[in-house]
């Protein structure tokens, strides 16, 4: 056979450029004319962990590709000795780049993975590495992808065999685990993925598989298949948010082992026994919480956190004395505001839990006593960029109006630290607020002229959308307080199909204004926002 020029005599294979894309078409060319003697005769385990691998994490998705097409051709002329030594080394950059923004890419992947599936005798090493690197990923696109790709890795020809004979669980548990946690967004696709491993198993097989899972898994997957089989898919998503909150909901109770940096943290859920909350007040953390809870408030993990949070929120709802958390409020509440700067967004919906929780347990005298720090904690996130959070946050408020009295919050809500604020998004929500209070509590439990006076900078806000809100507050406020009340320049605003029949109609700087300051736009007028 004669020397191939890419790997001239005695040139070690560490010594080979590496990352190269015309280095990989080269190779695969030298694979489809002389087959894989050339690369096992020069050393085919190192070179499959060094040049292959690492290319697999090329910043340029193009040498990725060519890896992948490379493993892809190669495979199947591997012996079996050299099958797992050489492949299974790329098998997490194979699984990565299922979530790749580049289809062609994600495709090149999923055809190796499928050759290689079609032809590996001991499969255990790709399950771990499919649940580890794939759909516990950190990343979203990569769990997205291998969420996606389920199906195609585990049904057809080959995989119809590879999934009978093998044992998938590690992958079912996963999905499964998926649902809970709310890792994944759309959750359909996890539905489809799980459908497919159920279909390949059978049925005798795949009640063992849901025989195997934890309590807390195996009752989120029976009631989202009850709701699906029963509701169709509307049913199946309700089914799936009762779930993931079904641990408060029920006032589970979540355990969490200490872990290290090096390891994962795992979790216990079950229903919370009366040991902790009857501990006396001086050995609980704020009156309301055990130590360990409150040093996972503070983990690493979001997950840890999160069932942190969960489990607080579920304290304040069965305790009975709300008198011992008063004399730690201050800290208490610091402690949530801490949780509301969290970076993820999933221990911030918790915190607004908890927020909202301990506004609706506290007595009314108590929750005047301590109205200042909660109407802050509450604006924290009033102009958060998730319309759930803002959302949340305004429930916080109107909830502290009905538990308290509308004016002292409106009254918190208009101080010059918030109407000041340079977030466009809070200011709107304040404006908003007040429009709510207004169209909901009585006019008596008001000070409309204090209002009225307060809310006026914000019709000149430098923010369109400010602009309008503030608006529509007057528009509320207009009609409260009666035709009495109305200033004397104020005009009605005419329709569109009044205007176009008469050139009468009221105009003026005013109307002219208003009408500029509308939520419409046009492509030469982009939007001040």
């Not at 580049?102 to 499969?123: E, F, I, S």
């Not at 082992?257 to 953390?285: G, I, M, N, W, Y």
């Amino acid at each position: 056979m004669a020397a191939d020029p890419l790997f001239p005599e005695g040139l070690p294979i560490l010594e080979l450029p590496l990352q190269c894309r015309d280095t990989l078409s080269d190779l695969r060319s030298s694979v489809r004319r002389q087959g894989m003697q050339l690369a096992l005769v020069r050393g085919g385990r190192p070179y499959f962990e060094d040049l292959v691998s690492r290319s697999l994490d090329d910043q340029d998705w193009e040498v990725r590709l060519e890896a992948a097409l490379f493993i892809r051709e190669a495979v199947p002329l591997l012996a079996p000795d050299d099958l797992e030594s050489c492949v299974v080394p790329a098998l997490p950059g194979l699984i990565r780049n299922l979530g790749h923004e580049v289809m062609t890419l994600r495709r090149a992947c999923l055809h190796a993975l499928q050759v290689y599936l079609g032809l590996t005798k001991a499969p255990r090493t790709f399950l771990e590495l499919f649940v580890k690197e794939g759909l516990r990923n950190d990343r979203h696109l990569v769990r997205r992808g291998c969420v996606v790709s389920v199906r195609s890795l585990f049904t057809g020809v080959r995989g119809e065999v590879w999934t009978q004979e093998r044992d998938t669980f590690p992958v079912f548990e996963a999905l499964v685990d998926l649902l809970l946690s709310e890792l994944y967004s759309s959750s359909y696709p996890v539905l489809a993925a799980i459908e497919a491993i159920r279909q390949m198993s059978g049925a005798v097989t795949f009640s063992a598989y849901v025989d195997r899972l934890n309590p807390v898994l195996r009752k989120v997957y029976s009631n989202v298949l009850e709701s699906y089989n029963g509701g169709g898919g509307g049913g199946a998503a309700a089914a799936i948010s009762v779930a993931r909150t079904g641990a408060a909901s029920n006032c589970w109770k979540t355990t969490v082992a200490e872990s290290t940096e090096d390891s994962r943290t795992s979790r216990d859920v079950q229903r919370p026994t009366e040991k902790e909350t009857s501990l006396p007040t001086e050995r609980l953390h704020c009156g309301i919480m055990g130590f360990r809870t409150a040093k996972g408030l503070r983990n690493e993990d979001w997950r840890v956190r999160a069932a942190s949070a969960e489990h607080v929120k579920c304290l304040l709802k069965d305790t009975e004395n709300m008198q011992s958390l008063l004399p730690h409020i201050d800290t208490f509440v610091d402690l949530l505001i801490k949780l509301l700067d969290d970076c993820h967004p999933k221990v911030v919906s918790l915190a607004l839990d908890v927020l909202g929780t301990l506004a609706e347990r506290l007595e009314p005298r108590l929750v005047r006593t301590c109205l200042r720090i909660l109407v802050n904690a509450a604006c924290k996130r009033l102009g958060d960029t998730k319309i759930d959070i803002r959302e949340q946050c305004s429930t916080v408020l109107h909830c502290l109006m009905r538990r308290t009295a509308p004016g002292p919050v409106l009254s918190l809500l208009l101080d010059r630290r918030y109407q000041g604020s340079r977030n466009p998004r809070l200011r709107e929500e304040i404006v908003n607020r007040v429009t709510a209070a207004v169209l909901t509590f009585p006019s008596s439990e008001l000070d409309l002229a204090t209002l009225c006076r307060t809310l006026s900078p914000f019709l000149v806000d430098p923010k369109r959308r400010v602009r309008l809100a503030a608006m529509e507050c007057f528009a509320a406020l207009a009609q409260t307080l009666g035709p009495n009340w109305l200033v004397t320049y104020a005009l009605s605003l005419p329709s569109s199909g009044a205007v176009a029949k008469r050139s009468g109609s009221p105009t003026g700087l005013d109307v002219d204004w208003v009408v500029a300051a509308s939520g419409s736009t046009s492509s030469a007028t982009p939007p001040s926002r």
